[in-house]
């Protein structure tokens, strides 16, 4: 199999195997392992003192003029080339050797230099033109495929998408992980290529980021004006799954001008931060964050919680329709508020799911009910400061990082299924269980033939009477059927409480002091929010 260069080059292997050097008979004499080698360009020329006119990576032609006759001499010309670097040393044979001194081919063995022979005699400005012709082909191939990411990324700008969406393609295309990091080393955002198994990214950024990776590729983001704000921003790709090679710095150079000019945008920094957070804090959720890497990759994000439990909360936004640009004011007013609380805290968005996940280091488990207040106080004050309504806070159980994430993913669903439920300043995960599980049932049509069958005559009454039964009777069955303390609720007086129940109770042919009744009734409305 022919060996392959780096890509965006030809190889000295391809070079040998195009048509005008075949004719030539080559003959491999020393290096034949190192063919692989890149070729930068072609040189022809006599000189002795050759080495001294090029720069590295030449294929070079020669007749062997300039070699010397005295093995001295041949082994310092051979010795020069190699430590110039060259890719390559051609010799055509006839016009000074009919074969090559055994002293040039044991130098060039012993340095590992490429030594090639030529039987036959050709035209060296064939050769010349065909593999710069080679290389001017490769190099726009190269930049064809720079484009192209390029286009892709123009694209998801255009389409609404992001940096991180931006980054998880630039991934995609150089096959290993990305990661983008402010001026003085702080990660904003990892991402990895899609669809690859391996170590996570922030597992990656933790192990390698300081151990000077062989390879390792970083391109500085302009800023705004001289100085230190010249630099926003810095994007570097760690090789640990694949080789990098000229095209990625070429696709590089361009995906930073694209994400210059979104980083322009202000407080974005702040936004991305803390989308990285809520990936990792949703791959958590999801288990595909191993919960024993979790406290490292936790670390790499600023989260440095003492050794009590762990909390888990979600604030659900009231809509889910909240504009791309209204992220970064949400993220930057609910983490000043948040500066306040007192205790440990590592705070994500999720903008898919219209929700901001997070992790609370508790002292102890007794801690949980003031500590609580505090931050859902803060979810909801930043919430309200960035023109977000009524939002919806869940506290989960205090838990451990063995498991945090199912933690979090209940706390995630219990926030969705919360929607609809009276205001208050957080709900608790353990009160929820019924209204998550009805929320896991929406999709099933059995739900909404269950909430038609119990409640559906009075849902048909109250969407043609102006006096609405349905509030009476979640009143009722709130106060498990005390109609003493529901009259006082509802501002009515005992008779007209008993003339309403006595309605429901005959719109819906049943007896509502039946235990059974009333539990069938209280799931039925419960469910009510799910299927409407």
Same mark, same amino acid.
């Given at each position: 199999?022919?060996?392959q260069g780096p890509q965006g080059t030809i190889t000295v292997a391809r070079a040998l195997d195009l048509p005008a050097l075949r004719k030539g008979l080559p003959e491999v004499l020393a290096a034949g392992d190192r063919l692989d080698r890149p070729v930068?360009?072609? #040189?022809?020329?006599?000189?002795?003192?050759?080495?001294?006119?090029?720069?590295?990576?030449?294929? /070079?032609?020669?007749?062997?003029?300039?070699?010397?006759?005295?093995?001295?001499?041949?082994?310092?010309?051979?010795?020069?080339?190699?430590?110039?670097?060259?890719?390559?040393?051609?010799?055509?044979? *006839?016009?000074?050797?009919?074969?090559l001194p055994a002293t040039v081919v044991d130098t060039a063995r012993s340095l590992g230099l490429p030594l090639v022979q030529l039987h036959r005699e050709v035209p060296f400005v064939a050769v010349t033109e065909e593999i710069h012709t080679e290389l001017?082909? @490769?190099?726009?191939?190269?930049?064809?495929?720079?484009? @192209?990411? #390029?286009?892709?990324?123009?694209?998801?700008? $255009?389409?609404?998408?992001?940096?991180?969406?931006?980054?998880?393609?630039?991934?995609?295309?150089?096959?290993?992980?990305?990661?983008?990091?402010?001026?003085?080393?702080?990660?904003?955002?990892?991402? *990895?290529?899609?669809?690859?198994?391996?170590?996570?990214?922030?597992?990656?950024?933790?192990?390698?980021?300081? &151990?000077?990776?062989?390879?390792?590729?970083?391109?500085?983001?302009?800023?705004?004006?001289?100085?230190?704000?010249?630099?926003?921003?810095?994007?570097?790709?760690?090789?640990?799954?694949?080789?990098?090679?000229?095209?990625?710095?070429?696709?590089?150079?361009?995906?930073?001008?694209?994400?210059?000019?979104?980083?322009?945008?202000?407080?974005?920094?702040?936004?991305?931060?803390?989308? %990285?957070? %809520?990936?990792?804090?949703?791959? /958590?959720?999801?288990?595909?964050?191993?919960?024993?890497?979790?406290?490292?990759?936790?670390?790499?994000?600023?989260?440095?919680?003492?050794?009590?439990?762990?909390?888990?909360?979600?604030?659900?936004?009231?809509?889910?329709?909240?504009?791309?640009d209204s992220w970064a004011a949400l993220v930057c007013a609910v983490q000043e508020e948040l500066a306040a609380v007192g205790a440990p805290v590592l705070l994500g968005v999720r903008l898919p799911e219209g929700r901001i996940p997070l992790l609370v280091? /508790?002292?102890?488990?007794?801690?949980?009910?003031?500590?609580?207040?505090?931050?859902?106080?803060?979810?909801?004050? %930043? &919430?309200?400061?960035?023109?977000?309504?009524?939002?919806?806070?869940?506290?989960? &159980?205090?838990?451990?990082?063995?498991?945090?994430?199912?933690?979090?993913?209940?706390?995630?669903?219990?926030?969705?299924?919360?929607?609809? /439920?009276?205001?208050?300043?957080?709900?608790?995960?353990?009160?929820?269980?019924?209204?998550?599980?009805?929320?896991?049932?929406?999709?099933?049509?059995?739900?909404?033939?269950?909430?038609?069958?119990?409640?559906?005559?009075?849902?048909? #009454?109250?969407?043609?009477?102006?006096?609405?039964? $349905?509030?009476?009777?979640?009143?009722?069955?709130? #106060?498990?059927?005390?109609?003493? @303390?529901?009259?006082? @609720?509802?501002?009515?007086?005992?008779?007209?409480?008993?003339?309403?129940?006595?309605?429901?109770?005959?719109?819906?042919?049943?007896? $509502?002091?039946?235990?059974?009744?009333?539990?069938?009734?209280?799931?039925?409305?419960?469910?009510?929010?799910?299927?409407?």
């Amino acid at each position: 199999m022919e060996p392959q260069g780096p890509q965006g080059t030809i190889t000295v292997a391809r070079a040998l195997d195009l048509p005008a050097l075949r004719k030539g008979l080559p003959e491999v004499l020393a290096a034949g392992d190192r063919l692989d080698r890149p070729v930068r360009w072609v #040189h022809a020329g006599e000189a002795p003192h050759i080495a001294t006119l090029l720069k590295g990576g030449e294929l /070079l032609l020669t007749t062997g003029l300039g070699l010397g006759s005295r093995p001295a001499e041949q082994r310092g010309f051979v010795r020069g080339l190699a430590e110039r670097g060259i890719a390559a040393l051609v010799v055509e044979l *006839g016009a000074r050797f009919a074969t090559l001194p055994a002293t040039v081919v044991d130098t060039a063995r012993s340095l590992g230099l490429p030594l090639v022979q030529l039987h036959r005699e050709v035209p060296f400005v064939a050769v010349t033109e065909e593999i710069h012709t080679e290389l001017v082909n @490769e190099h726009y191939a190269l930049l064809r495929r720079a484009e @192209e990411v #390029h286009r892709r990324c123009t694209e998801v700008l $255009l389409g609404g998408g992001g940096v991180p969406e931006v980054l998880r393609l630039f991934a995609g295309f150089t096959g290993n992980p990305v990661f983008l990091q402010t001026p003085d080393g702080r990660l904003l955002y990892a991402a *990895g290529p899609a669809g690859r198994t391996g170590a996570d990214p922030l597992q990656v950024w933790e192990g390698l980021r300081d &151990a000077g990776l062989a390879g390792a590729l970083t391109t500085d983001i302009p800023g705004q004006g001289p100085g230190p704000g010249a630099v926003r921003a810095r994007l570097t790709v760690l090789p640990v799954n694949a080789p990098l090679a000229p095209v990625h710095r070429i696709a590089a150079d361009r995906t930073a001008g694209l994400l210059a000019v979104v980083l322009l945008q202000a407080r974005q920094e702040e936004e991305l931060a803390a989308r %990285g957070r %809520g990936d990792f804090l949703s791959g /958590l959720a999801d288990g595909r964050v191993d919960a024993a890497d979790a406290p490292a990759q936790a670390r790499v994000l600023g989260f440095r919680p003492g050794p009590g439990p762990l909390l888990p909360m979600v604030l659900r936004l009231s809509t889910d329709l909240v504009p791309p640009d209204s992220w970064a004011a949400l993220v930057c007013a609910v983490q000043e508020e948040l500066a306040a609380v007192g205790a440990p805290v590592l705070l994500g968005v999720r903008l898919p799911e219209g929700r901001i996940p997070l992790l609370v280091g /508790l002292r102890d488990e007794a801690e949980r009910p003031g500590v609580a207040d505090r931050v859902a106080g803060a979810l909801r004050a %930043g &919430a309200e400061r960035s023109g977000q309504r009524h939002p919806v806070v869940v506290t989960g &159980a205090p838990t451990g990082w063995d498991t945090v994430g199912p933690g979090l993913r209940h706390a995630a669903e219990a926030a969705t299924a919360a929607r609809g /439920l009276p205001d208050r300043l957080w709900h608790d995960v353990r009160q929820l269980d019924v209204d998550v599980l009805l929320w896991r049932l929406r999709s099933q049509g059995d739900l909404a033939a269950f909430v038609d069958r119990v409640i559906g005559p009075l849902i048909t #009454h109250d969407r043609a009477s102006r006096q609405a039964l $349905l509030p009476t009777l979640e009143t009722y069955l709130a #106060h498990a059927g005390r109609k003493a @303390e529901t009259a006082r @609720e509802l501002h009515l007086n005992r008779q007209t409480l008993y003339d309403r129940l006595a309605r429901i109770g005959r719109l819906l042919g049943t007896d $509502l002091e039946d235990p059974h009744t009333a539990l069938s009734l209280n799931l039925a409305l419960r469910a009510r929010r799910h299927v409407a």
